[in-house]
């Protein structure tokens, strides 16, 4: 599992529970930035991630816990009631997903967003809710950050998941996992697992010389990606 320390411990344990053996190489990190939030008043809070939620200390701007929070999906979801949020919305796992609930919710109010994101995003919400007069103010509150476990982690990694799987959450976890396969000189042997990406946009950013086969979640979740596994191992253990 490639995703950053944090979410990488949790999902460690929904696996095992699965009866699956984890293996952790965190390539991507999370810093908060400090930024200070956009001004003025909110009819809505929108969440793309789970770091978004975790970067604020949340008691500092008691004010927006009860405004509606709307949330790419259901981890993002638990996380925004865990802080205090009670007024929460999941979406199906996309910010796309995420901004058509928003739409049907809202329409033509002109109401304003407070879109708590990272530095970097690859769906333009803006954009998606300008056609309903929904304006949004964004609050950068993290960035991600690549980071390079080193030639001998990574080998490591990838002899312990021979003939197993990779999991990949993003697109620019696959970009980097790619990217540090070359550098280091180890893509033969990342071809002697598995991938299972998050999504289409996640699986457009592997390379076929960086996994065996490579598989798409049918939910864009966890669970899909589980499932996915579990599918697979039940092939393997029927064969």
């Not at 930024?35 to 004010?63: C, T, Y």
């Amino acid at each position: 599992m490639t995703r950053e320390q944090t979410d990488g411990r949790d999902t460690a344990q929904r696996l095992t529970a699965a009866g699956f053996i984890p293996v952790l190489l965190p390539i991507i990190g999370v810093e908060v930035t400090g930024k200070a939030r956009p001004a003025g008043a909110f009819s809505m809070l929108i969440f793309s991630s789970v770091n978004g939620v975790s970067a604020v200390d949340w008691e500092r701007h008691q004010e927006l816990l009860e405004l509606p929070v709307f949330c790419v999906g259901e981890k993002t979801a638990g996380a925004a009631l865990a802080a205090g949020f009670s007024d929460v919305t999941a979406g199906q796992g996309t910010a796309e997903q995420l901004s058509e609930i928003i739409r049907d919710r809202f329409g033509q109010t002109g109401a304003r967003a407070l879109y708590v994101c990272g530095e970097v995003t690859s769906f333009d919400m803006s954009a998606a809710l300008e056609p309903v007069a929904i304006s949004i103010a964004s609050w950068e509150v993290y960035r991600t950050v690549g980071r390079d476990p080193g030639g001998s982690s990574i080998s490591e990694a990838l002899q312990d998941v021979k003939g197993g799987l990779q999991f990949h959450y993003s697109l620019k976890s696959a970009e980097r996992f790619c990217e540090l396969l070359q550098s280091h000189g180890l893509e033969g042997l990342a071809q002697q697992s598995d991938a299972v990406c998050i999504s289409e946009k996640t699986a457009a950013g592997m390379r076929a010389s960086c996994a065996g086969t490579i598989y798409v979640s049918e939910e864009p979740n966890e669970r899909g990606m589980i499932a996915i596994a579990l599918s697979l191992n039940q092939s393997s253990a029927r064969s």
